[in-house]
């Protein structure tokens, strides 16, 4: 895939972690001339921090910010951001990445998650939002080539103990995407679920700190303590290789540890 096109790019969960990397290091390669930035988060000073960045290896590519609430979103906020940051010019690509996501209260086991409010605000987050998000940005290009990118992990395909909200939400959300891979197969939408591996981002801190069962906890702690636990930048290179390689089928499921590129 060749990256360098006048693209529109907007990169959910942008402020820390994942995305915010994704978000740098995919501005450096998307055309200069003609390409919009849109980062989401709901930390502004830190949207604001990660548009500063962009602007200094990108001087000039514009970058738009919006601190939204994923927990609460409707339909009508994503159109809005989707239309006053420039949906409606002429790109030769859009680009979504549906990066932003929660582990979920960890502390708990499967048999005790059944909390309705908590899981209606869980869900949103994490699947409607998503989903909701992806469905503006399908209409608002349509006729457009388009790469969809999900963060999924291996939570979405493996049951992980302490894990009972992520996996499930994960689960749900790359199928969502799979789904939508299968029906748009012949069209111009190109769909890949990227599992970006372990990362050393606030998440794991969180999972590292919270997680019911002693067996995870150790797990975390140990790749942290031995630094085998991969750094944000490196899973963002090997994800821009699978892009550029291009030997992944759309829907696909593809983990850093896959030799894909
Ligand atoms: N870290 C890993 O090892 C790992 C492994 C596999 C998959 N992943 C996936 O990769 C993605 C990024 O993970 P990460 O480790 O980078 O997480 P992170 O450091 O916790 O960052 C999460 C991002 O999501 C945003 N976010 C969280 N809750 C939100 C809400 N309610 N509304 C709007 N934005 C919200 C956060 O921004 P604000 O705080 O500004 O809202 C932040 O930018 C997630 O989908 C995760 O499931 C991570």
Redesign the pocket.
């Known amino acids: 895939m060749d990256l360098k096109q006048r693209t529109y790019l907007l990169v ?10 994704f978000a740098q290091q995919l501005a450096r390669r998307i055309a200069a001339e003609g390409s919009v930035v849109t980062l ?5 000073p ?2 604001e921090e990660a548009k500063a960045q962009i602007a200094t290896t990108t001087p000039g590519l514009p970058v738009y910010t919006y ?5 609460s ?1 409707k339909t009508e906020d994503f159109a809005q951001i989707l239309e006053s940051s420039g949906g409606k010019k002429s790109f030769e690509r859009a680009i979504v990445i ?6 979920g209260d960890t502390s708990k086991r499967a048999k005790e998650i059944g909390n309705t409010d908590y899981l209606q605000k869980y869900y949103h ?2 699947v409607f ?1 998503a989903i909701s998000l992806n469905c503006e940005f399908m209409r608002v290009f349509q006729g457009i080539p388009k790469l969809v990118v ?6 979405a395909i493996a049951p992980i103990s302490s894990m009972a909200h ?1 996996c499930t939400v ?1 689960a749900a959300r790359e199928m969502y995407f799979r789904v939508l891979a299968t029906e748009e197969s012949s069209k111009d939408t190109l769909v890949l679920n990227y ?10 801190v ?2 590292q700190r919270e997680a019911h069962d002693p067996a995870v906890v150790a797990m975390f702690r140990e790749q942290r303590e031995a630094k085998t ?2 750094t ?1 930048a490196q ?1 963002t290179e090997r994800f821009i290789k699978v892009l550029e390689a291009l030997k992944f089928k759309s829907g696909d499921h593809v983990d850093y540890r896959d030799a894909l590129i």
């Open positions: 959910t969960g942008a402020s820390r972690g994942i995305g915010r990397e989401l988060g709901r930390n502004q830190l949207l601190s939204l609430e994923l927990e979103a549906h990066n932003a996501g929660t582990v987050t994490n939002s999900n963060l999924s992990t291996l939570a992520y994960k599992a970006p591996g372990v990362i050393d981002t606030q998440m794991t969180q999972v636990m991969l944000t899973t």
